[in-house]
Structure formats: C-alpha cells, structure tokens
C-alpha cells in the first residue's frame, strides 16, 4: 500500500469533499464545515490554517457556531498543520477525546476477512427498534447518552437506506455486538464504526465477524478500501487483518455553544 497516495485520497474524499446526509457543506478559505439541519452538533471535518491565523480561525469559528447556537467538534489528524492545532484548540476551551489511529486497508487484499463464522449469527439492522438496541448497547459501555447519534442513524437509515449498514449479534433477544458502516457516494471508501461488544461476550470472534460482513458487503458495492477510526483496543485487531494506520486523529469538542443575542 502506498501510505502516502492513499492518505491523500482519502483526505480529498472524506475531508475536503465529502457530503454528509444530514447535513450542510460549507467551505470557506480556510475550513470545511458540515452544519446539522436538525440542530444538533456541527463538524469542522478539514481546515487549512498556519501560525500565523490558526487562533484568528479559530475564534471566528467559535464565534460561526456560538451565532447558530450549536456546539461543534473540529476533528484534527496528526499530520494537519500547524503541529500543534490540538494544542491551540484546547487553550481556547475545546475538550479533546482520546487519540483514534486511522487504519485503512484495501479490500483487494482482504483474504482473511472473505469468510464469516458461520457459527456467529449475524443480523442486519433495518428497523428502528434495531438502532435502539445498538445506543442502548453504546449507552451502556461507555456510560454516557448517545441519543443524538441513535436519531441520526435512524434517521439516515431511513432516507438513503441502501448508505448505511447495521448489524448486530444477539443472544437471545439481548444485543451483545453491533456495528455499522456508511457507504460514502462519490467515494473509494466505506465507513466502519461502532464495532461494540459487551465486557462479558468478547474473545469470542463478534468483532472479527462484524468485519468481515462490512467488508464483503464493501466489496459487493464496488468499494476499493475500508476505514476506520480505531482505539487501542481495536487497531490490533485491525492490524492482524490487514489494515494499515496511516494517521491518527483526534475529536476535538468546542465549548458549550449558547445563541448570540
């Protein structure tokens, strides 16, 4: 895999260009921000700022959102300039969340993710009932409310179905594993997220087979590579499949957001 042409690739279709449902695109000299048509959180998902501007930039988009009163989270990747972004955010009041290696593999070479345990029984998610179960599941791991992010799924499911995939696995009728991934149009790259199994039910392959899934049904639609966001305890798993980590990168929260008067 050549790191560097794939990097680029992928900050041209998944940052500077990309299109989220949901959401408007707006492009200024120095940022690509998507801002919600449903009020919720915004995203400055590219910038180009230097020394010279980044805190002038970066007030003057404090100041965009603060106008429409939602917050926002301005995603940084390692290789961003200046070096320091996270830094420079931070001491203007954002709360950065733990660093995510990106892993990218190219489904052309993905022989050991071509099979599914077909002893694990996976279920694809398509009703709302589905979406709840998975928020629920994230609720409960990670100890904090996901409501925002289960109306969206809901939501995107619904409008453009065949862009977003979710699947799960049951225990009876007690979701222990879920995942999704979008399919980004215009795009070399399918989206993997989630990938959450409870404490109790892993070691047992959820997580391997939950990629493999993603993977086929990538490939099926004429996908060339996957992505992902992965933490600590996922890159090593990613890894031994053949993803390759080409950055990392961190969420970068702003401040708690109230209209202008």
Known sequence: MDKEKILSLFHKELRQELQSQGYRREETEHVVRHVSLHGERGFIIASHVNEENARKIIQEELDHFKRLGIGFEWKVYSY???DYLKELLEEEGFMSEPREALMVMDIHDMPSLLGVDEEIHIKEIIDEKGVRDIISLIDFIWQESHEELGNRLWRDK???????????????EKLVSACWMYLEENSSFASLWGGSTLPEYR????YTSLLSIRAKKAAEQGYRFLTVDASPMSQPILQKHGFECLAYSYGCQSPQAEPSQ
Request: no cysteine; proline share 9%; glycine share 18%.
């Open 158 to 172: 619904q409008d453009d179905p065949d862009s977003l995939f979710l699947y799960g696995v049951y225990d009876g």
């Open 80 to 82: 961003d300039k200046p």
């Open 203 to 206: 070691g047992k392959g959820y």
